[in-house]
């Protein structure tokens, strides 16, 4: 399927509307609860999805500096991502080559060289070893056979992805497809700044909370006084590319345009444009064009867990033309909006639904033609799955 232009999108979302009715899958699919339960299957998505394909790790401007880290927990690897000095970025297993010291503790910063508590070996932000101490008692060894391992890591779009295994390659743009890298590159990300970003540890297997944010079903159910109040519920144009998918929300606000013809005129600001990045990852375009990611990362072992990372990405003061207080306090109210939501409606209802599925007797459950992303997020995770 070729992107449709939003006009096209909207207009059927306003027919949909009309006729109560959605865009649909072919039929319901049925869906195991080992899906999130099952340590297996956990630890053939950390080797097939996770480290055969790329992820989003972080926003550009989060490594804006030379010498800017971050560190990570990937399903598969500790690593460390670092601004080069000639503004590439590389990604390396946090792990000194020494005797296999966690490297570098914070969780972000900037350092001209990363060096070990333990010993203190260092290494330059390349990767290459530096200093062994000690090193006349030390002995010889090839200090090129000790540098960090690199992961691969690329970045498009002002993001960075990468691919959680040393051996495999990174392709960012053949991954995304024509229709998405080219959706993506329309929305010059690179030029946005990430206003806040948090990371939330919940007991929660990473694909139920990914299904509750690409899925417009439950939010009149589950968000009555928030999302509930201002987007409609169970009402989405998908885009279906494959293995990404966009879906368009509208707005209660578009109502008016029901009986009223809007004529060429633009709605974009009454509708969210979100968009499924396989394996993980959510991009909601909102009306006047800031952008909430949201990432679900699997934990190393443990399929009732994961970390959710989320970053509001906005016009930077200067692009936007507000007075910087104003800017400040309208993002700052929006961030807070997002964490209440998140905190009092979305977590909770996540965390016992992962407490039910791991009942002895969780039985088969199942996805409607309604529910047209997450149908697509699964039907793409069992092809990763089965190699
Ligand atoms: S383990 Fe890092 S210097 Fe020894
Ligand atoms: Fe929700």
Redesign the pocket.
């Known amino acids: 399927m070729s992107a449709v232009g939003r006009g096209d999108r909207i207009r059927r979302v306003l027919d949909h509307l009309r006729n109560e009715t959605t865009d649909e899958f072919s039929a319901p699919v049925p869906l195991g609860p080992g899906v999130y339960t099952d340590p297996d299957v956990a630890r053939r998505e950390r080797d097939l999805v996770f480290g055969r394909v790329p992820s989003i790790v972080a926003h550009a401007g989060e490594l804006a500096e030379p010498n800017a880290f971050r560190t990570l927990r990937m399903p598969r690897n500790q690593v460390i991502v670092v601004r080069q000095q000639d503004g590439g970025v590389k990604a390396f297993v946090n792990l ?1 080559r ?4 966690l ?1 570098e503790e914070r969780e972000e910063g900037r350092c001209r060289l990363f060096s ?6 260092s290494y330059n932000t390349d990767g290459s070893l530096r200093t062994i ?1 000690r090193d006349s008692t030390f002995g010889d060894i090839d200090r090129s056979e000790y540098g960090l391992i690199e992961l691969p890591v690329e970045e498009r779009h002002g993001l960075v992805w990468m691919v959680d295994d040393a051996a495999a390659k990174i392709d960012v743009a053949a991954w995304l497809g024509p229709e998405m890298d080219g959706i993506l590159a329309g929305y010059r990300l690179e030029d946005l700044v990430v206003f806040r970003a948090e990371g939330f540890d919940e007991p929660a297997n990473w694909k139920l909370m990914q299904d509750a944010f690409v899925d417009n079903y439950h939010i009149q159910y589950a968000h009555p006084n928030t999302a509930g109040k201002h987007v409609h519920t169970n009402v989405q144009v998908v885009e279906d590319f494959g293995r990404h998918a966009r879906m368009l929300s509208p707005r209660k606000k578009i109502d008016r345009w029901l009986e009223e013809d809007p004529g060429e005129r633009d709605l974009g600001r009454f509708v969210i444009d979100g968009h499924f990045l396989l394996p993980n990852s959510t991009l909601l375009r909102q009306p006047d064009d800031h952008f909430e990611l949201l990432t679900f990362r699997p934990h190393p072992s443990d399929p009732g867990r994961c970390r959710m990372e989320m970053r509001l990405l906005v016009p930077s003061v200067e692009a936007s033309g507000m007075d910087p207080e104003k800017w400040r306090l309208t993002w700052e109210k929006n961030w807070e909006i997002l964490l209440a939501v998140l905190h009092q409606e979305d977590f909770p209802l996540l965390r016992a639904a992962q407490r039910g599925l791991a009942s002895a007797d969780a039985a088969g459950m199942v996805l409607g033609r309604n529910e047209v992303v997450n149908q697509i997020f699964h039907r793409e995770l069992g092809k990763l799955l089965a190699g």
Not at 98 to 101: L, V
Not at 116 to 121: E, Q
Request: glycine content about 16%.
């Open positions: 000194c020494h005797r296999g010291a490297l070990c508590g333990y010993h203190r070996w101490t």
